[in-house]
């Protein structure tokens, strides 16, 4: 009883009791910054492993940054990156952040299909597809509806099988491997249905994007309803992702 007492006081309350306020430590890096400082942009580009960054103007796409901060770190003046968490969308084009642009990324309500807020207001059961993943994105998504974050209290919950699902939640570059029971999966859930990519990887195929051994036709024939960047995403990155998809702030 003693210990549980002062491990209370050392880390405080662990739970979130509000995910669209919560603070983050200083060491997670969501949102950059970019200014418009001058810098040698030749090296600024071949800095990044995965062609994140473009110039004319300066811009960072977050749907194939890794978050490594290296850029950051060799143009401390040009590119900084901020806490913000809430950096899920419904548009690709939202994940690119310019130079001198300090608008937050948000979902585009204009272009949210009708059906999702109006079926899926109150509850959304999602299933879990790992195609080819490196399980980084499938631990943030476990942590998502723990203790701590909670998000099973929005009606928000993983389910086992697709037919009892309301959409599938992607992870993982898409491997060759993997395309065909992705495919199954998704034809399993009942319509209608949404599809949402967690992660990099999922997004563009991140370190691994190129590779022979991926199929990255599945993203290319249907549309996504929801982008959630980060390498790995973050819990409350998905929480409130989803919650501005389906417009649940009022629970």
């Keep these: 009883m003693f210990d549980n007492v002062k491990i209370v006081y050392h880390q405080g309350k662990q739970f979130i009791p509000n995910t669209a306020t919560a603070k983050i430590p200083g060491i997670f890096r969501g949102r950059p910054v970019i200014s418009s400082e001058k810098v040698n942009e030749t090296e600024l580009v071949d800095l990044c492993p995965v062609e994140a960054i473009s110039v004319q103007p300066v811009s960072i796409d977050l749907g194939k940054c890794t978050f490594c901060g290296e850029c950051a770190k060799r143009f401390p003046n040009k590119i900084r990156f901020t806490t913000d968490y809430k950096i899920s969308t419904n548009e690709r084009d939202r994940l690119i952040v310019k130079e001198g642009d300090e608008n937050l990324i948000e979902v585009n309500p204009e272009t949210v299909r009708n059906e999702i807020r109006r079926i899926f207001g109150r509850s959304l059961k999602l299933r879990?597809?790992?195609?080819?993943?490196?399980?980084?994105?499938?631990?943030?998504?476990?942590?998502?509806?723990?203790?701590?974050?909670?998000?099973?209290?929005?009606?928000?919950?993983?389910?086992?099988?697709?037919?009892?699902?309301?959409?599938?939640?992607?992870?993982?570059?898409?491997?060759?491997?993997?395309?065909?029971?992705?495919?199954?999966?998704?034809?399993?859930?009942?319509?209608?249905?949404?599809?949402?990519?967690?992660?990099?990887?999922?997004?563009?195929?991140?370190?691994?994007?190129?590779?022979?051994?991926?199929?990255?036709?599945?993203?290319?024939?249907?549309?996504?309803?929801?982008?959630?960047?980060?390498?790995?995403?973050?819990?409350?990155?998905?929480?409130?992702?989803?919650?501005?998809?389906?417009?649940?702030?009022?629970?």
Excluded: W
């Design 128 to 251: 879990q597809v790992c195609a080819g993943g490196d399980n980084s994105c499938e631990m943030e998504l476990n942590a998502a509806n723990n203790v701590q974050f909670d998000m099973s209290r929005y009606g928000i919950e993983f389910v086992a099988s697709p037919r009892h699902a309301d959409g599938i939640v992607i992870t993982g570059p898409i491997t060759e491997n993997m395309a065909d029971a992705l495919q199954i999966c998704y034809d399993a859930v009942p319509e209608p249905k949404i599809i949402v990519l967690v992660g990099t990887d999922a997004i563009s195929g991140g370190i691994h994007a190129g590779s022979s051994a991926l199929d990255r036709s599945f993203p290319d024939k249907y549309p996504v309803d929801l982008y959630i960047p980060g390498n790995p995403a973050h819990p409350l990155t998905i929480i409130n992702g989803l919650l501005d998809l389906t417009r649940k702030r009022k629970i």
